[in-house]
């Protein structure tokens, strides 16, 4: 059974920092892109950050120079660094996993990614 379980999500300060930890089991997602998404309320889920099977990264324009995407293969794990958070960050965070083997597409559709987690709440306070 696939799995991908987000942590690390809480309640911080504005200006404060987070850091989101998305755990695979179930099959290894090193040759795939790996990202992260966001669904604030009433809102559609968009893309902040991904990563491709080879390390190389982007960023929604939104979060670009304060968020930081990584992964550990060996863990199978994916990371979310989250730096200088504001207000407007606040939502719930999802993991997310697709795309093809070895794939450089920067891919940030929802539709792209066929493995999801269940989502981690961030909610940051002014």
């Known amino acids: 059974q696939v799995q991908l379980v987000e942590s690390g999500g809480g309640l911080v300060q504005a200006g404060g920092s987070l850091r989101l930890t998305c755990a695979a089991s179930?099959?290894?997602?090193?040759?795939?892109?790996m990202g992260w998404f966001r669904q604030a309320p009433g809102k559609e889920r968009e893309f902040v950050a991904g990563?491709?099977?080879?390390?190389?990264?982007y960023y929604a324009d939104s979060v670009k120079g304060r968020f930081t995407i990584s992964r550990d293969n060996a863990k199978n794990t994916v990371y979310l660094q989250m730096n200088s958070l504001n207000p407007e960050d606040t939502a719930v965070y999802y993991c997310?996993?697709?795309?093809?083997?070895?794939?450089?597409?920067?891919?940030?559709?929802?539709?792209?990614?066929?493995?999801w987690g269940q989502g981690t709440q961030v909610t940051v306070s002014s």
């Open positions: 990563i491709i099977w080879n390390g190389g990264t």
């Open positions: 179930g099959r290894t997602f090193s040759t795939y892109v």
């Open positions: 997310a996993a697709g795309g093809s083997p070895y794939s450089s597409a920067l891919r940030k559709r929802t539709a792209d990614f066929g493995f």
